[in-house]
């Protein structure tokens, strides 16, 4: 697929992304007033973002199976129907668990775009694009949160917390009826799901999420949550190792190349959006601005992010992942200190410029490390990367909320029980979770240096591996075998009749155990010919002198004289080991049209100009074969 079928494909996929991405943050701005209505704690109310979470990266772990058995057209018109619904519950929930059951059914449609769109990117954009179509589809996705807060915010103040739903239901419509005319299906084949492992994920995902949550609260119920995790998940990761038909196969994680980055993209998803859920509350309960007043500062910082995603892909096209990502978490890390340290000051501008540099952290390193990770795959182990991949970047979005939701909660409840106000208490439980942020960017920081470093000198090893193999192919195929050469013994007349007989101006000169000594040319005959006769500058004054007999007699004994006692001891030669691009600048300085190659200090062939441009044509016509 190619050319605008492809374009308006992607388009569609984007905007599902878009979606994807807005209803991630649909609620966030909305959080504060349901907590009102409901009469619902902060704790409680966050269960809206990470139920979500956990739904969609549940839906998330099996795309492995849906992409493989279902076709495109299926999978995008079900997760549209799914959000829709979603959608229309939520503007007319009338209690909390409703609206947290409608929650959860957009949850599905969202765990099925986000990876369905990167997918069909691995599958149909070339792999030197990748890292600049993946990152427009990072954009995508932080497009919607970046709209989100203001529009939500908007809707919020002006006509009340139900209408936010509106938006995502409107836009679904619209984008369902696109692509009724722009999705094509792809390719498939035969896939099991494993019910059991489905199970067990969700159990591993709720318990995760529960205890991070209580984890400052009710610290026994807390551990207890965390440890039957551990159990689950250890349990989840022995079956998709023995399963016939595992959720997830787990072999692109026991790649080097591949499974750091899903620890580097699970921090940067946490960064981001724990900052995406924090910031309403700290804005609203600590500065007292309104929703929508609070939308609108985090479009900045949003749309920087975004900004800079673009840009970090086409860095990570062109340069890879150094220094990249090491740059990129150092960045991160610096704002989560510049927030941590502004939250109890109360300061607006402060706030917005720590913001501004962590959101754009991290607009360097998310796309960026999911592409380092996929684009080592083969094809057919790009579905388990993308779902091994957004699973734990759906899991960042799980336990990121709830474990510095709970920091958060705790503090402040602290806090006001020593008797400060509601506004300092809610900035100290903010400024202590941006503490916890900051130290696990810089752990982060440390995983990516070490990781972008050794990625750095694989790639630098590789490159020398394939341009030795590549250039001695290149230098096998196109040098003569059978040099031609001129022992040191051989007469100046052996070597102008063998001048004459091969049509060349000069040969190499060895000695008797075949190693190269000097060069002979008919320049350095001229030469010794001048030094015998000054008046002789030139061929025309040679032949004007022919018939001088003092010159015959010295011509003669010129010609009877070994090459080594006119040969010129310097030899342009070029290493076996050199390249098709140093032998044409070697042929290109000197101004010749044969150089020798040596090896050992042996002439062991020659590399002729008229055989490198013949060889660099077949090549080129065979590169424009391919591609045809």
């Known amino acids: 697929m190619q050319g605008k079928p492809l374009v308006m494909l992607l388009c569609v996929l984007y905007g599902g992304a878009f979606l994807a991405g807005f209803n991630e943050n649909l609620v966030n701005m909305a959080l504060m007033s349901i907590m009102a209505e409901y009469a619902v704690d902060s704790i409680t109310a966050q269960w809206l973002v990470t139920g979500y979470m956990i739904v969609a990266t549940v839906v998330v772990t099996c795309m492995a199976f849906f992409y493989r058995r279902f076709k495109l057209r299926t999978l995008f018109f079900s997760a549209a129907a799914l959000s829709f619904a979603g959608s229309i519950m939520g503007l007319f929930a009338p209690s909390f668990a409703f609206l947290l059951i409608a929650r959860l059914v957009q949850a599905v449609g969202t765990g099925i775009f986000?990876?369905?769109?990167?997918?069909?990117?691995?599958?149909?954009?070339?792999?030197?694009?990748?890292?600049?179509?993946?990152?427009?589809?990072?954009c995508m996705i932080t497009f919607g949160p970046a709209f989100a807060p203001v529009v939500c915010g908007g809707i919020v103040t002006a006509f009340g917390w139900h209408n936010v739903f509106v938006v995502p239901a409107a836009a679904m419509a619209i984008l369902a009826a696109l692509g009724f005319f722009f999705v094509k299906n792809l390719e498939v084949g035969r896939a099991h799901l494993d019910l059991p492992s489905v199970a067990l994920s969700s159990v591993a995902l709720f318990a995760l999420s529960f205890g991070l949550a209580e984890l400052a609260h009710n610290t026994i119920a807390a551990l207890a949550s965390l440890a039957v995790a551990a159990i689950v998940t250890a349990v989840f990761i022995i079956r998709q190792l023995r399963c016939?038909?595992?959720?997830?196969?787990?072999?692109p994680a026991k790649s080097i190349r591949f499974w750091p980055t899903l620890l580097l993209a699970t921090v940067a998803m946490m960064s981001t959006f724990s900052m995406s859920v924090l910031l309403p509350l700290y804005f609203e309960g600590a500065l007292g601005t309104t929703a929508f007043f609070a939308g609108v500062v985090m479009l900045a910082p949003v749309l920087a992010n975004t900004f800079i995603t673009l840009l970090g892909g086409r860095i990570m096209d062109k340069h890879g992942e150094w220094p990249l990502l090491p740059i990129g978490f150092a960045i991160t890390t610096a704002g989560f200190i510049v927030v941590a340290a502004s939250a109890p000051q109360l300061s607006l501008p402060a706030m917005l410029v720590g913001s501004l540099i962590t959101?754009?952290?991290?607009?360097?390193?998310?796309?960026?490390?999911?592409?380092?990770?996929?684009?080592?795959l083969s094809p057919e182990e790009h579905p388990f990367g993308v779902a091994l991949s957004t699973t734990f970047v759906q899991i960042a979005a799980c336990i990121g909320p709830s474990l510095y939701t709970g920091i958060m909660s705790s503090?402040?409840?602290?806090?006001?029980?020593t008797g400060v106000s509601s506004q300092l208490a809610c900035a100290q439980g903010f400024g202590a979770a941006m503490s916890v942020a900051a130290i696990v960017a810089g752990i982060g920081f440390l995983t990516a240096f070490a990781y972008a470093l050794a990625a750095k000198k694989r790639t630098n090893a590789a490159c020398v591996r394939q341009n030795a193999?590549?250039?001695?192919?290149?230098?096998?195929a196109i040098m003569e075998t059978d040099p031609y050469i001129l022992h040191e013994t051989d007469s100046v007349a052996y070597a102008m009749q063998a001048f004459v007989e091969k049509h060349v101006g000069g040969m190499p000169v060895v000695d008797e155990n075949g190693r190269a000594t000097g060069f002979l040319s008919d320049g350095d005959i001229m030469r010794h010919l001048a030094e015998q006769h000054p008046l002789i500058m030139n061929t025309y004054s040679l032949i004007a002198l022919t018939d001088n007999a003092s010159f015959d007699e010295k011509l003669r004994e010129l010609m009877a004289l070994p090459v080594k006692s006119v040969a010129s001891s310097g030899l342009v030669a070029i290493g076996r080991e050199a390249?098709?691009?140093?032998?044409?600048?070697?042929?290109?300085?000197?101004r010749l049209k044969k150089v020798p190659i040596m090896q050992d200090g042996k002439i062991i062939g020659t590399i002729n100009r008229a055989d490198i441009i013949r060889y660099a044509m077949s090549q080129a016509a065979g590169a424009n074969a391919n591609v045809r």
């Not at 769109?117 to 694009?129: D, E, F």
């Not at 991290?362 to 996929?374: D, K, R």
């Not at 390249?579 to 000197?590: I, K, V, Y």
């Open 114 to 138: 986000i990876p369905l769109m990167m997918n069909t990117i691995l599958a149909v954009t070339p792999k030197n694009k990748l890292g600049t179509y993946m990152s427009i589809g990072s």
């Open 244 to 251: 016939a038909h595992p959720l997830i196969d787990l072999s």
């Open 359 to 376: 959101f754009s952290g991290v607009g360097l390193i998310f796309s960026p490390s999911q592409t380092a990770g996929l684009r080592t």
């Open 411 to 417: 503090v402040q409840t602290g806090s006001l029980e």
């Open 469 to 476: 193999c590549t250039l001695d192919a290149g230098l096998s």
């Open 579 to 590: 390249n098709l691009e140093q032998a044409c600048t070697l042929l290109a300085q000197h």
